[in-house]
């Protein structure tokens, strides 16, 4: 009965610890601008340019002022 009480104690502590055990802290900060992007984190970081929009302009098209983008 010893015996059986201490098997359940082992498999009882070793369920709790598998519970409660911690995972890896991965902390990444992630940021927006007006110009670029980025994100930094304990194995560096990473900055993302956004793509240039093309621009607009007004063109004549059978007498009707029309804007173009492109």
Do not use: H, Q
Request: a positive charge; one cysteine or more.
């Amino acid at each position: 009965m010893r015996s059986l009480l201490l098997i359940a104690a082992a498999l009882l502590s070793f369920a709790a610890t598998m519970t409660f055990e911690s995972s890896d802290a991965n902390a990444v900060v992630c940021g927006r601008g007006p110009y670029r992007a980025g994100c930094a984190s304990t194995r560096g970081a990473v900055v993302v340019r956004k793509p240039v929009v093309a621009g607009c302009r007004w063109v004549w098209v059978d007498g009707v002022k029309v804007r173009r983008c492109y």
